[in-house]
């Protein structure tokens, strides 16, 4: 199940809305937790006991690592390895194989090693480092064990954060686990962002994702240099869309049950550097990452030359974590890369050069980094790029995907990507607009209705609602 399908907004939402707030409060986390148990089973019920293994995983290891101190690192220890050992074999087993075989090729030695058919369980990824973040934190000390399981469960597998994130640190909502409230204007903030959201997803990201897709279907060969620039624009603009409207979806949901999510996107397409983007792209993994990896390796402690090397290290795992390819590893070092050269000397020349010049270089680094991020493997990523620039016969031409209706998209996904946005907080500063009981501005109101009829008249018309971080 989807937030950006008719069966979630017009029967799973309004059903959990209605009986959280018919119910008793001391009944409401366990409503929250059968409802987000169904969501998931919605989609691949046998995972769910995958991940309630993984949540009696860490639950038990809280509870031991609080009450046996002397043995602290043992239970530290065995309890990441549970969980790496999980998400790798579902999410990296074949890869590993794979990779295995290809060396033995190259050496014209030994058999090769059977791959199996492992789908991989959504959302693995996010809940296993989420609940990751909670026994690390219970280590550290920073937060007391929890006791009750369903409390556990709830934090794990609450469904507006379960299957894409943000990845929600127990630090954060260990207090509104059990003490959260809902106002008039708290609820009216999450069902517009949520509407926001969910444009952004329908409107934008599905319209992008089926240009890209289908130029992706085709032989590059016979795509056009003219195609192959467009639909690696449009990709960009689809990944931010997809995410961060989903991501915005999950935020409104929150809201609307009293929990407080971290923000996770900040406009990246106007930084200006890749050091800043990364303050801006996926805040929740990023922090997390920065948390528990860099620091832990030693961060900027120890001189440049292990800085850098802890850099790589934390690329190579992001890109890892994002996809079991080489062309995510790929990607991962690609970032890397130009984060050691911003801070060795190329930080400081942006610093002194006017920030269009720094947002300029960022657009065009992260550009290039979502073709390879896109491809399917390293030899697509080159056929793409190579087709790019050298002239081709081409069967595949722009006819074939240009309208008005692209053009606007086109045009309101270059504007929506945080540009618009710095122009109307100006505009704001000058003519503040004046809220309504709901903390909430007519034109809002207005304009979430416009979005949400819009989008529910697309989903109506269209089945194509794919979502791109599910496959991570």
């Not at 309004?14 to 169904?38: D, G």
């Not at 000058?430 to 979005?451: D, M, N, Q, R, W």
């Amino acid at each position: 199940m989807v937030f950006s399908s008719m069966i979630f907004l017009w029967i799973f939402l309004p059903a959990v809305l209605i009986t959280y707030y018919l119910c008793p409060q001391k009944f409401r986390n366990i409503l929250l937790v059968l409802f987000s148990l169904l969501f998931y089973a919605w989609g691949e019920p046998k995972y769910i006991v995958l991940m309630l293994v993984s949540v009696t995983i860490n639950y038990v290891s809280g509870i031991l690592l609080e009450d046996h101190p002397a043995r602290k690192k043992q239970v530290l220890t065995a309890c990441i390895t549970a969980n790496l050992l999980l998400l790798g074999y579902f999410k990296y087993f074949n890869f590993a194989v794979d990779t295995a075989n290809k060396i033995l090729d190259i050496f014209h030695s030994g058999e090769a090693f059977p791959a199996r058919e492992i789908a991989l369980p959504i959302g693995i990824s996010f809940y296993t480092f989420q609940a990751l973040s909670y026994v690390v934190d219970a280590y550290r000390g920073e937060v007391k064990a929890q006791r009750n399981y369903l409390d556990m469960l709830l934090y794990v597998s609450f469904f507006p954060q379960l299957i894409a994130g943000p990845i929600v640190k127990y630090h954060d909502v260990e207090k509104q686990i059990h003490c959260r409230t809902v106002t008039v204007e708290k609820f009216a903030y999450g069902i517009r962002r949520f509407c926001f959201g969910l444009g952004k997803k329908v409107l934008l990201a599905n319209a992008f994702a089926q240009v890209v897709d289908d130029v992706y279907s085709k032989n590059l060969d016979e795509v056009s240099r003219k195609v192959l620039w467009f639909a690696a624009l449009l990709y960009m603009l689809q990944i931010y869309f997809d995410f961060s409207g989903y991501s915005d979806m999950a935020i409104g949901l929150g809201k609307m049950f009293g929990f407080d999510f971290q923000e996770n996107f900040d406009y990246p397409y106007i930084s200006t550097s890749i050091r800043d983007f990364w303050r801006r792209w996926h805040i929740s993994l990023s922090s997390w990452f920065r948390d528990y990896l860099y620091i832990p390796l030693g961060g900027n402690r120890g001189g440049r030359g292990k800085t850098y090397r802890n850099l790589l290290i934390v690329f190579l795992v992001t890109g890892l974590w994002h996809g079991a390819g080489w062309n995510f590893v790929l990607w991962g070092l690609y970032h890397g890369i130009f984060l050691i050269l911003e801070r060795s000397f190329l930080g400081k020349i942006l610093e002194r050069l006017p920030d269009f010049v720094g947002r300029f270089y960022s657009l065009i680094v992260v550009f290039w980094g979502w073709i390879l991020f896109r491809a399917e493997d390293f030899g697509t990523f080159c056929t793409y790029l190579k087709n790019m620039f050298v002239p081709h016969t081409s069967a595949v031409v722009m006819a074939g995907y240009w309208d008005k209706k692209m053009a606007v998209c086109v045009l309101a996904g270059l504007l929506l990507c945080g540009f618009a946005q710095l122009v109307i907080k100006k505009i704001r500063e000058h003519f503040p607009v004046k809220k309504s009981v709901t903390g909430v501005s007519v034109p809002e109101i207005v304009c979430c209705l416009a979005l949400f009829w819009l989008s529910v008249m697309a989903l109506a018309n269209d089945s194509y609602n794919p979502f791109i971080y599910f496959r991570f």
